[in-house]
C-alpha cells in the first residue's frame, strides 16, 4: 500500500471511531475521548452556517474544548469562565442573562454550534440582526416586549459587572436614569413597553441610543 493510502486510511478510521478531531486537526486521546459527550457539526457545515472562515472556527473551537472538554457548557460554567474577564466586579447576573441568549434550545447547556450561532450574530451580523439579538436579550421573560424592570435588571448587571473601578462616581440611581432615558426614547406609543419594532426603529434613528447600545458589544 502506497503511504499516501496508508495515511488516508489512517485518517478515515480516525475519524470513523471519533479519535480524530477535524475542527482541530488533532487526534484526541482515550482519556479525553471519554469525557466528551457532544461532538459539533462538521466544519464544512458550520462553515455554511455562519460568516467564520475555517480558521476561525478551528480557533473558537480549540478554545471553546480548552474550557469546556466535553463539549458543551453548563450555566455554572459559563459564569466562571465569563468571571475571569470582569473580574473588577460581580459579572454573575449578566453571565446568566447571556447565557439564556446563547441557550436558544433551552435545554440548560450551550454547545458549540450554539455559541457560533451566537457569535455570528454579534461579530458578522447586519445591525437588524444585531438588533433583533440585543432585544431578545433585554426580553428576559420572552413575551415579545420590554419592559422597564427588565431593562433595569439588564442594566443593573452590567453595572454590577463592570465594578466601581470602571465607574467610580457611580450613583446609585445611575441605571435607573439610563432606563428612563432609554423609555422616554423608545416606548412611541407610552403603553409602558417596548415592542420590537420600536426597539428598532428608536435604535436605528437615534445616535446615541446606538451609541449606548455598543455597550453590550463590549461586554459579550
Not at 476561525?56 to 474550557?67: A, I, P, S, W
Not at 453548563?74 to 473580574?87: C, D, V
Not at 419592559?147 to 454590577?160: A, F, N, P, R, V
Request: proline share 3%.
Amino acid at each position: 500500500m502506497k503511504a499516501k493510502d496508508r495515511d488516508q486510511s489512517l485518517s478515515d478510521s480516525r475519524e470513523l471511531d471519533g479519535s480524530y478531531d477535524p475542527l482541530t486537526d488533532s487526534i484526541e486521546d482515550d482519556f479525553e475521548l471519554s469525557t466528551v459527550c457532544h461532538r459539533p457539526e462538521g466544519l464544512d457545515k458550520l462553515q455554511e452556517q455562519s460568516k467564520f472562515t475555517k480558521k476561525e472556527l478551528q480557533v473558537l473551537y480549540r478554545g471553546f474544548k480548552n474550557e469546556c472538554p466535553s463539549g458543551v457548557v453548563n450555566e455554572e460554567t459559563f459564569k466562571l469562565i465569563y468571571s475571569q474577564f470582569f473580574p473588577q466586579g460581580d459579572s454573575s447576573t449578566y453571565a446568566h442573562f447571556l447565557f439564556e441568549a446563547f441557550d436558544t434550545n433551552k435545554n440548560g447547556s450551550v454547545s458549540f454550534e450554539d455559541f457560533v450561532a451566537g457569535l455570528n450574530i454579534i461579530l458578522r451580523g447586519s445591525i437588524n440582526d444585531r438588533l433583533n439579538w440585543a432585544f431578545n436579550l433585554y426580553d428576559l421573560n420572552k413575551d415579545g416586549c420590554i419592559t422597564k424592570e427588565e431593562m433595569l435588571d439588564i442594566m443593573k448587571s452590567i453595572y454590577d459587572m463592570m465594578g466601581n473601578y470602571t465607574y467610580p462616581c457611580m450613583q446609585d440611581d445611575a441605571p435607573r436614569e439610563h432606563v428612563e432615558n432609554f423609555f422616554q426614547k423608545m416606548d412611541r406609543n407610552k403603553d409602558g413597553v417596548v415592542t420590537i419594532d420600536e426597539f428598532i426603529e428608536s435604535c436605528q434613528k437615534d445616535e446615541n441610543i446606538m451609541q449606548s447600545m455598543q455597550l453590550f458589544e463590549n461586554v459579550i
